[in-house]
């Protein structure tokens, strides 16, 4: 069930969003620099809601997804037993709350190697969001950024399992949706995540999500992390 349009934020609670993104950056950065070969995704997890904490967090937005390899396939994954191997995909989406308003990252990195495909993929998935970013605006339909998004996969959309994006405020999900049958228009001030995604079942996946705000003539980046190509030397 969808939550009801939420209406566009003020610069107050775009203040407060920024600050969680900021922490959520913060927790990510600390995640990835904990990684280990051998160690599980459950034991990552519990070490991201410590470094919650630790910078300042009032919870975590939702729960933690940590995915290694085959488990990055899965979109909304929840962290296992499964251990860290070479040339695995690592995907974290995380999000914190800050004076009561959420944040919401997704970064994919590779432990120490990253195959063609997966450097392929990964790179199709940057150009995805970079095509959708430069979409957005007021008065943009939502599910035009999703077209844009979609498109941009190419070959490969058919692999592309969600929507690319939502609403992010006092709740993690809100509207906005961006969805390809989606009837809502972006407005300024409206704080939302783009994340497009691609997911080779028993293989591997990539999400890169960012949350923004929209302006008059574009938007404007929350999340302060770099999107490239990222092989972790663990």
Do not use: W
Request: charged share 30%; aromatic share 6%.
């Amino acid at each position: 069930m969808q939550s009801p349009y939420r209406k566009p934020k003020t610069q107050s609670e775009i203040a407060q969003i920024r600050e969680a993104c900021a922490i959520a950056g913060k927790v990510l950065i600390a995640a990835a620099q904990s990684l280990k070969i051998g160690k599980s995704e459950k034991e990552i997890s519990k070490e991201i809601t410590k470094f919650a904490k630790k910078f300042g967090a009032e919870k975590l937005a939702f729960k933690s997804i940590v995915a290694f390899g085959e488990s990055s396939a899965i979109p909304h994954h929840r962290p296992t037993g499964r251990k860290l191997k070479r040339g695995d995909a690592v995907k974290f989406d995380l999000g914190v709350v800050k004076h009561g308003m959420c944040s919401d990252i997704t970064r994919t990195f590779f432990a120490s190697e990253a195959s063609a495909k997966q450097r392929k993929v990964y790179n199709r998935v940057l150009r995805s969001q970079t095509l959708a970013l430069k979409a957005v605006k007021a008065g943009v339909r939502a599910r035009y950024v999703d077209k844009v998004s979609r498109e941009a996969m190419q070959e490969l959309k058919g692999n592309y399992i969600h929507g690319a994006g939502h609403g992010v405020g006092k709740l993690i999900h809100e509207d906005p949706r961006l969805k390809p049958k989606s009837l809502q228009t972006l407005k300024a001030g409206d704080v939302i995540t783009v994340e497009p995604g691609l997911y080779f079942a028993g293989e591997f996946g990539v999400r890169i999500e960012d949350t923004i705000v929209v302006t008059k003539t574009g938007f404007e980046f929350l999340t302060k992390l770099p999107r490239k190509l990222t092989i972790l030397r663990i």
